[in-house]
């Protein structure tokens, strides 16, 4: 394992201007860093969720004109994609790492999984830490906090996974660029497996 932790240049990568040279900052900076946290938690997690995960590093493939403002690293139980399963991510923006479940908007089972979210509202509602995040869509950096969501407010969270084609769901937390930085490699692995342990029932009943 020669994860080395992720420094002020890491996250400066997301302000260098034009595709090829934020692309090649990727690269060369942050992808083996991706990969190396790929191979470190793909063991942990397959054996978490019972499911073999495998490692898919965003490669941003489909972009010609605007370089990607965040990156990842997901983990899905197909080695073929992830973007349909119910998976996990961790990734930078600019601002903040991301460690999230998702469940995004290719999903074909997304009603079925707003469903079972929604009959499991009370457990999800007590049992996700404050200081975690949701979201309802993963190209934007915004997300609000647990402890300032009503459980009406969760509940409509849940609805929209039901009935609106583009929702999404995200839960997890987020670390500031500056907090990550002083973190250094071993601190935030251990963050990293702690969120996973408790977002994992999000996975399990999904």
Request: aromatic share 12%; with cysteine.
């Amino acid at each position: 394992m020669n994860f080395t932790g992720f420094t002020e240049d890491d996250f400066n990568v997301f302000t260098i201007d034009g595709l090829d040279a934020r692309m090649d900052a990727l690269k060369d900076k942050i992808r083996p860093k991706l990969n190396s946290l790929g191979e470190y938690f793909a063991p942990t997690l397959s054996v978490l969720t019972g499911d073999e995960m495998y490692i898919h590093v965003a490669k941003h493939a489909r972009r010609t004109v605007n370089p990607p403002k965040d990156t990842w690293v997901a983990f899905a139980s197909n080695p073929r994609g992830y973007k349909m399963l119910p998976h996990f991510q961790i990734g930078l923006w600019e601002t903040h790492l991301f460690i999230w479940f998702a469940v995004i908007y290719e999903s074909p089972q997304k009603q079925q999984i707003g469903e079972k979210l929604t009959k499991n509202i009370n457990k999800f509602y007590k049992e996700i830490p404050g200081n975690f995040c949701w979201s309802s869509d993963h190209t934007k950096p915004d997300a609000v906090k647990h402890s300032e969501l009503s459980k009406k407010e969760l509940i409509a969270l849940f609805q929209r996974m039901k009935t609106v084609k583009k929702s999404e769901i995200l839960c997890g937390l987020q670390i500031d660029r500056d907090t990550v930085v002083k973190m250094g490699p071993s601190m935030l692995l251990q963050e990293i497996d702690n969120v996973f342990r408790k977002i994992l029932p999000l996975y399990k009943m999904s």
